[in-house]
Structure formats: structure tokens, C-alpha cells
């Protein structure tokens, strides 16, 4: 059975364009079979961007480096990449055939200036950057999510912003936990319906 997190999946492909409505703006992205949250944007990666782009405008940090660490078809990079120009964002995921459509939903979108290339986590992530993103991929085990705070420690900048998005009931408590570990500081700066965005400063 293939997953969202399997690196080519062979399933039978199943496309369908989906609407989302985001700070104002309307986004238009091409899912397909065997990628995450194919029929529409899920209630998870709402929230995280909603709070996200909240939490940077009243902090006015609208510009620097943003990395969407597992961005699956793209919409966080994208709508991030829509709301704040001046940043540079590079999207990486495992999946080639999640990457392939977030590359034609970016100029789908009108996003121009977007990196978008595998990386298993972020072993294939290049530099440091301001900003992290991640809805990361719970079914993959907590081995693998923790892996990805450990890999985004590493590429962020001395007071750089990550951003979690995650279930109470799938490992947010855990994850706050590690992420306090690791950097020293993780703050719950939402919660809505069941789903907790958390937040830690390097």
C-alpha cells in the first residue's frame, strides 16, 4: 500500500483541483492519488498558516529565508511565498510525485522564485534558514518527526521561527516536548479542534 511519504508512489493517478481560501486570497492546486490531503486543504496546514502569517505580520518579519519542510503538493510554500514576496522559499518533500505537482501549482498560482527538490527530511537541504513550516508526516512514526525538528535545528539561523502543526491526539504533547529539548523553548500558540501549532525559537 503506498503512502504520502513514500518517495515514488505508484498508485494509480487520481487528479483533482482543489479551492482554498487563505488571507484573502484565492489558490487553486492539482492533487493526484498517493499525496497528502488530495480533496481538499487539510484543517491542520489551515490553521498553521493562518497562525503562522498571524504570528510573522505582528512581528513584521516579512522577509528572509523559509523553508516548507515536507510541502507535499505545495500549498504551504505557495500561499507563505503569496503573503510574503520578499521571502525566499525553497519546498522539499520525499515524494517526487507530491513535488512534480507542487511545481505546476506554484506557477499555477502565479508563484515565481520558489525552490522546490526532494529531500528525505532535510538531508538534501542546503543553508540556514529565518522561518520553518512543517505539517510533519505523523503516520511516518515519531522517529521520523522528530528527525525533522532535529533537521531544521540545524538549518535555522541564530533566532530563527519553527512552526509545528500537529493533533493532541497524534503526538503534539511529545512533540512540544522535544522540540523543548531541543531548543530550549516551544510555545502552544494555538489550538483549534483538536490540532495544536506550536512554535520554538532558536
Known sequence: MAHYYDENPQGESDRHVITARIHGMDFFFTTDADVFSKKFLDFGSRVLLETAIGDLTAMERKKGRLLDLGCGYGPIGIIMKRVFPSMEVTMVDINLRALDLAKENAEANSVKCVDVHQSDGCASVDGLYDVVLTNPP???????V???????????????LIYVV???????????????ERFG????????????ILKSVK
Not at 505523523?138 to 521520523?144: D, E, H, M, N, S
Not at 523553548?185 to 495544536?196: L, R, V
Open 146 to 160: 522528530f528527525s525533522f525538528y532535529d533537521g531544521a535545528w540545524e538549518h535555522m539561523t541564530d533566532g530563527a
Open 166 to 180: 500537529l493533533q493532541k491526539k497524534q503526538g503534539a504533547p511529545s512533540s512540544q516536548k522535544y522540540l523543548l
Open 185 to 196: 523553548n516551544c510555545e502552544i500558540i494555538a489550538k483549534e479542534s483538536g490540532y495544536w
Open 138 to 144: 505523523v503516520r511516518a512514526g515519531k522517529k521520523t
